[in-house]
């Protein structure tokens, strides 16, 4: 629900965030933002709902842990 009382879900809203995640995904900038903030691997569970991150860590330092 919004702030104003409308019952309309924010579904709009929470795909317009994910497109823009994709979207930075695709460029780099999700990289060199996630590099700049955090020092650890990429988590699995991110790596399996973005596909596209995976392909760009593969073989690299933000690969998640294998167990």
Excluded: C, H, S, W
């Amino acid at each position: 629900m919004r702030k104003d009382g409308d019952p309309e879900p924010l579904a709009d809203i929470d795909d317009q965030i994910d497109d823009q995640i994709d979207a930075m995904i695709d460029d780099g900038t999700y990289i060199k933002l996630y590099r700049k903030y955090f020092r650890d691997p990429i988590a699995a569970d991110l790596i399996v709902e973005r596909p596209k991150l995976a392909k760009q860590v593969m073989n690299t330092d933000l690969a998640p842990r294998r167990r």
